[in-house]
């Protein structure tokens, strides 16, 4: 009988992409680039990928690789954007964290304060905690989204008045995937000074002063450097799921769609805007929407510049930093739109990573679709952020690429006592 498998071997090998890789590393995290580079060879990177990490206030980790655009063999550079999807919702927090910090907002300022037609419909006792930690009740608008309503902050306003809580206001936790973005962006509107938008204070006031290739709200002249999205096919999903049950919880899912539940329903509307059953955040048009929900773009190095500036607390102060990493829903309570349980506040999500002796830290920031994250790690000094354009199938925080990533780096920095 013939052995096959040598003929296997050069088939696979054949179709294998040639793996290019870029960027700069420090010697002490090299174990981070063979990481990286590990994740392309095996077959769990598809597209292409960035990582950035800061230590100790330091850029030491500024790689990316695979192609921003497969198709058309267009490599991810130096300066390649990607889409952040949920991690722009960090941004969106950070934002009012800053608004707070200069005492101009309070997270239990009820919304009234200052958008008196809020309160129609039963939301007269709706927080800006209750916003930010998902709480609200309003994951889900009733009337359809347009387009042209999306790009128009006086209509959305109005469909936020005339909504009835899907829930009542504080008493359950549902991930508002899309309409936390509107709502962030009407309480930056109302309260700040000069009544600038989310993605223009963004801007102005964290963006520009920084030196910082982030954006909500991207301008078309940028769109060339942004790389182009694709999903997991059936058989990537599957080969996930056997690495790592965790993932996702397919029971959840498919009760809610036998049901036509909440997630079903939060996901239909708007349709136009829906990444799992398409991809509306290749089209370029979609880039200028400044919703900090969904629509972020940026580099690694930037997001990660950003948040080392945060954990350093040079953008807001040390008593604001240390409040936000507390977090108002715990990890025992279960969402009731994603089934996931996530400890969670201020907008931001708060995790845990242990050690094998026990010892744990707190990784506080945001997962987005796919894979994408940024976190902050104040007790090792640690600010790290991951972008992929091939997605990942399940929950943001345990896409494997990310994990192995993360596993590298803790090898290199051992959690301090």
Known sequence: ITDLSPILQKYVDAKRRVVHTDGRVS?????????FREN???????????????????????????????????????????????????????????????GLLSFDDKIVKFWPKFGRNGKENVTVQMVMSHTAGLALISKKITMEDAFDHVRMAQLFEEQTPNWEPGTLVGYHVLTYGWLVDQIVRRVDPKGRSLGQFFKEELAMPHGID?????????????????????????????????????????REVYNNGLMVKVGSNPD??????????????????????????????????????????????????????APVVSELEKDIITGARVARGHGFTHLYRTDKTGRKCLLLGHAGLGGQNIRIDRDNEL???????????????????????????????????
Not at 27 to 35: G, I, N, R, S, Y
Not at 288 to 311: F, N, P
């Open 272 to 325: 136009w805007l829906n990444c799992v059953m398409g991809m509306p955040m290749n089209n370029p048009d979609m880039y200028e929407m400044e919703q900090c929900a969904v629509a972020g773009i940026g580099t690694t190095r930037a997001m990660a510049k950003l948040w080392d500036l945060v954990r350093q607390e040079k953008i807001i102060s040390k008593e604001t930093l240390e409040f936000v990493c």
């Open 40 to 102: 392309f060879e095996s077959g769990w990177e598809r597209d292409g990928a960035a990582f950035a990490l800061y230590h100790n206030g330091e850029l030491v980790v500024d790689v990316w690789g695979g192609y921003a655009d497969p198709e058309s063999k267009r490599l991810w550079k130096d300066n390649t954007m990607s889409v952040a999807f949920s991690s722009t919702k960090a941004m969106g927090a950070l934002c009012v964290a800053l608004l707070v910090d200069r």
């Open 383 to 417: 600010t790290f952020a991951y972008l992929s354009n091939g997605l990942k199938g399940g929950l943001g925080d345990r896409a494997r690429t990310y994990l192995h990533l993360l596993d590298a780096l803790y090898e290199c920095v051992p959690l301090k006592e």
């Open 214 to 254: 982030f954006h909500i709200g991207l301008s078309a002249s940028e769109a060339h450097r942004v790389s182009r999205i694709s999903r997991p096919n059936l058989w990537y999903r599957i080969c996930e799921f056997i690495a790592d049950q965790q993932s996702i919880d397919y029971r959840h899912l498919i």
């Open 27 to 35: 010697k002490q995290f090299e174990p981070v680039l063979k990481a």
